[in-house]
């Protein structure tokens, strides 16, 4: 549905205030009087705190206020689970075990919060840190995942039997009877590792309790709002309208943003009204490698029966996933491995099975990818496992699996995270795996340009893959349009934003349905006191969910419109159009009014507004899916290894996907080219290295590697493929993981293949020059 | 284990307007000051709990250390405030000296090379330290200003430790200087980290070679490693087998196992020590093969 803005490339409206910094964060947020927090964090990854004394960190000159759980009384207490297990899997084990404010018997992983203090300021507040005296009893911790399940294993949570957060069986078919009757069964062990969201803002939260008022407001870096709002009203005992929740410009969310009840987040406000002074805190770069979620860690127990020919009758995945300390956020990354181990492929059984494991190690949430990227990794490994096994082309493998564009909507019979089957509800995928191969020189590499390279004694390699990402997942999103009386029309919804374009993918819709200037439409997000019914900007659902309900509240706004005008003009509707800001007849365009004289038509100072219409060039309104969209790709890129070094360059990038309808193929571009710069640190440069101890080793950007310019490919050459979706109005699907998903798989099977005369097998991610250089030790 | 809540201590800043005055307040505040330059390591390591100074004491622009001077019959001499990039940029660095420019140049990003400075990275002593090779085998010399006058410290016997070197309290290293190189040379340094550019070192391989009659092989050869033993290291044995024996493939293979044989690093969370090893042994080969492209006859 190409418009005369959607689909075009237009230059983003926010960009002329972020680039002249002129947008508001929340550090920018400073206010007469404001204190500052600073958090003493735990030291060991596992210890019983036998006592804290705050008594010499509240004398220091300039501190305000110390607290400790203890000090909290009932308003400690442990944060809501945010996303509960889905109850229609049967058998499922459920531990919830959510995350608390402050330690209060013992410490479960490094960072956990011990104490809080509020100071004049940040300087003092660190200072006073360091006054604090914790009497800590070291406890064995639990680093690692199988070791996390063994019977002797200390536990994280003294009250569980075990460390053994959850356990999830679902099947399709049955694996069983199509393995006996395979030719070839393909088995390996393949692992991911953990990395950090690492956005370029740090978290951060500024309350501002108002007595007078009696109205809290919260600047918060929060990818969701009204959530926020909701869960600060409950735990204060506040009314939702007396609580104001700001998620002004932030520097990047990737899913720890999501994250809801954060200690800082809880204890901000709660200082703040107890103190009634404003407070901020702004976590430094250390605390978000030891104190924001992370993601990725998976064991799987993986095997792929297939036939001769390549058809891959089942798949049966059993993996163990680490959820850290805690599990707010439930099962949603497990339950999306689950729900994408079978990528794009039609494969009739599968049996996947995952243990979900406490470990002393920070909590995960979803990271960009959010489970995905495993799921998609073990599947297309095996594929490129099987077609190594089968002597067959790996293009051809996948194609023969691929799900045929008649087989839509294509039921996987498992529940996934929005708690209901999976179904994929629109695609065609050949065409993609096809425009990616086309685009990289597929036949031309692997019959030409490899060989002449190899014999002259370079190494390199070529990755293909397609991926399924699960995006637009409901419950809903709602905005509010409304045309002001100078003509320039107004966009307020939920969702909070973090760089990915709302403020112009949205004005686009609104413009395409109002026939103004995509400039004259102003968009808010992400402030509560605007608008306070959603969810929030996660799981690549933004320009789904929300861009639907904004065009649902545009299309209300034009109904409200025509209806005026068409009084005003004494015309009938179907003869008006809306153009340049206008309403005018479509024969005689010199018969015309302009929207903001309707506007204040429509809001009269004299007369009446009639029974059964409302004032003003308003509409709110409201999107859910009936489902999730899923959207797909296909990644090729070619890389070349230093065998001396095991350095690895990307030499091409190419990536061909299909989101459906495209609403701005330069912000598409955007959030892909992000995507894949993640998706390369997950592949070559970002893992978290924790020791036995469960002490984080590389808690700091100058030892956690996050790829630069210099390690991106020099161009990410991209297919935009639309096969609307049928789900919503727009056609739209998400892309805000795609990059991250496929990156991984594609880059082992490259580098594989680059150093196919060493005959090293790559079963996991990230890797980097030394680890590669082990695996080819190991091959002796 | 470090501080686990990091961030700036407090402490005073000093500037003094003289070396001598400045000497003197670092002696009288032995253990509790510290002189600092572009301060790229002085402040992190005090940000991570590492160093606790009391005193700050800022030595830069004092007495002509900003400067690089170039002497056709005595060297190169590079003041201990002349930043990085200001190497690199230099004319006479890249027409005399390449080698430095060329190691500067692989050390973090340019915002940073606008403060950090070669004599900065020497004294800071780390194993790491990605000029210091080059300083090295170009035989530089610290011009160092004590509280008992100025004196010349070699830097082949400079390095004690990991961030120790031989300078005492009151010590301000204010220039590094260089001979002139050898007639016929050719030098390079190959870095590696974990990206193409941006990380610490994994190792690092400086390398200088230049036709001499006197050696048996005709040429002599001058390395050094970062990131592989507790001081920047020197491999003499390898050195030795490069002036000896004939210089073909497999002296320079046998040199780079010696280098290889003399490291002794640790594993991190850039590299174990034996990826470490392995890489001395290849970057070494690499960087005596490509100098004895260039030198030979």
Known sequence: ?780 | MHTPTPGLPEFDYVKLTSLAAASQFLAEHAGEARPFMGGTDVFVRMRDGFWKEKYIVDVKGLDGMDEITFDPATGLTIGASVNMNRVIASPEVNQHYPVLAEAAHTVASYQLRTRATIVGNVCNASPAGDTIGACLVLNGTLRVHGVDGVREEPLSTFFVGPGQTVLKPGDIATAVSFPLPPEGYAARYIKLGRNAIGDLAIVGVAALGYPDSSAPSGYRFRLALASVAPVPLVPTQAEAILAEKPITEATIAEAARAAMDACTPIDDVRGSARYRKLMVRNLTRKAVTEVWERIKG
Request: proline share 7%; net charge negative.
């Open chain 1, 1 to 780: 549905m190409k418009g005369k803005w959607i689909g075009q490339p237009i230059k983003r409206n926010e960009d002329p205030r972020l680039l002249t910094g002129q947008a508001l964060y929340v550090d920018d947020v400073d206010m007469p009087g404001m204190l500052h927090a600073a958090f003493l964090r735990s030291d060991y990854a596992h210890a019983r705190i036998r006592s804290i004394d705050v008594s010499a960190a509240r004398a220091r000159p300039g501190v305000v206020a110390v607290y400790t759980a203890e000090d909290m009384a009932d308003f400690w207490r442990p944060g809501p689970l945010i996303v509960p297990p889905p109850r229609n899997v049967e058998g499922i084990v459920f531990h919830a075990r959510t995350q608390i404010p402050m330690v209060k018997d013992k410490a479960r992983h490094i960072g956990d919060p011990i104490a809080v203090v509020i100071a004049e300021s940040r300087y003092i507040a660190e200072d006073a840190l360091e006054d604090i005296v914790v009497d800590y009893e070291p406890l064995e911790p639990v680093v690692d995942m199988e070791r996390a399940l063994e019977p002797d294993a200390p536990l994280v949570h003294d009250d569980l039997d075990s460390n053994l957060a959850a356990h999830v069986v679902q099947e399709k078919g049955n694996y069983e009877a199509a393995r006996a009757k395979a030719d070839v069964v393909i088995k390996r062990r393949i692992l991911v590792d953990r990395g950090a969201a690492a956005a370029l803002e740090n978290r951060g939260v500024v309350a501002h309790w108002e007595p007078k008022s009696q109205q809290l407001t919260v600047w918060d870096t929060t990818q969701a709002p009204i959530p926020i709002r909701n869960g600060i009203a409950a735990m204060l005992g506040l009314s939702e309208h007396q609580v104001r929740v700001i998620a002004p410009f932030i520097g990047g969310g990737f899913g720890p943003k999501i994250m809801m009840s954060q200690p800082e987040e809880v204890l901000v406000p709660w200082a703040a009204m107890k103190l009634n002074r404003p407070i901020k805190w702004i976590e430094d770069r250390r605390e978000n490698f030891i104190g924001t979620t992370q993601e990725r860690a998976q064991i799987h127990d993986v095997e792929m029966a297939l036939t001769r020919d390549g058809r891959v009758l089942g798949v049966r995945d059993v993996f163990l996933h680490d959820t850290g300390a805690y599990d707010p956020y439930g099962l949603t990354v497990p339950l999306n491995t689950q729900s994408h181990g079978l990528g794009a492929y039609d494969i009739p059984n599968y049996y996947t099975e995952f243990k979900v494991v406490f470990t002393n190690k920070m909590i995960v949430t979803p990271v960009r990818g959010a489970g995905r990227p495993q799921g998609i990794f073990v599947i297309e490994r095996m594929m490129d496992l099987a077609a190594k096994e089968l002597g067959m082309d790996r293009a051809e493998i996948r194609k023969r699996n691929l799900i045929p564009p008649d087989a839509f909507p294509y039921r996987q019979e498992i529940i996934d995270q929005a708690f209901i089957e999976l179904v994929y509800d629109s695609g065609n995928y050949l065409p993609v795996l096809e425009k990616a191969m086309a685009m990289i020189g597929y036949d031309r590499f692997i019959e030409e340009e490899q060989p002449r390279l190899r014999a002259e004694g370079r190494h390199v390699g070529l990755g293909l893959v397609t991926f399924v990402e699960t995006t637009g997942v409901g419950p809903y999103e709602g905005a509010r349009v409304s045309v002001e009386s100078s003509g320039k029309v107004s966009v307020v919804t939920g969702v909070g934003t973090q760089g990915q374009g709302h403020f112009t993918s949205f004005a686009q819709i609104v413009a395409d349905q109002l026939g103004v200037d995509v400039r004259d439409v102003r968009v808010v997000t992400g402030d509560t006191a605007q608008f306070h019914w959603g969810t929030g900007t996660f799981a690549s659902r933004g320009a789904v969910v929300a861009g639907n309900a904004v065009k649902a509240a545009a299309a209300g706004v034009r109904a409200k419109i025509l209806k005026l005008a068409s009084k005003v003009l004494e015309t009938p509707e179907e003869e008006l159009e809306l153009v340049d800001g206008q309403v005018r007849v479509a024969d005689i365009p010199e018969r015309s009014i302009s929207l903001g004289e309707l506007a204040v038509m429509a809001n009269p100072l004299r007369g009446a507004v009639e029974p059964g219409t409302k004032p003003g060039l308003e509409a709110t309104d409201y999107f859910g899916p009936q489902y999730g969209a899923t959207a797909s790709g296909a990644v090729a890129m070619i890389v070349e290894v230093d065998p001396e070094t095991m350095m690895v360059e990307i030499k091409r990038f190419v990536i061909a996907h299909d989101c459906g309808t495209v609403l701005n193929p330069m912000i598409v571009e955007g959030q892909i080219h992000g995507g894949v710069s993640m998706g390369i640190g997950n592949s070559f440069y970002e893992r978290l290295v924790y020791d036995d101890n469960g002490q984080l080793l590389n808690a700091s950007l100058m030892d956690y590697l996050l790829p630069r310019s210099t390690d991106m490919p020099r161009r990410i050459e991209i297919a935009h493929l639309e096969t609307p979706s049928p789900l919503n109005p727009i056609g739209s699907k998400g892309v805000g993981e795609a990059g991250a998903i496929p990156v991984p798989s594609a880059f082992a099977q490259a580098v594989e293949d680059a150093l196919a005369d060493y005959g090293v097998e790559i079963l996991e991610t990230p890797l980097s020059p030394n680890r590669l250089f082990e695996l080819l030790s190991a091959r002796g």
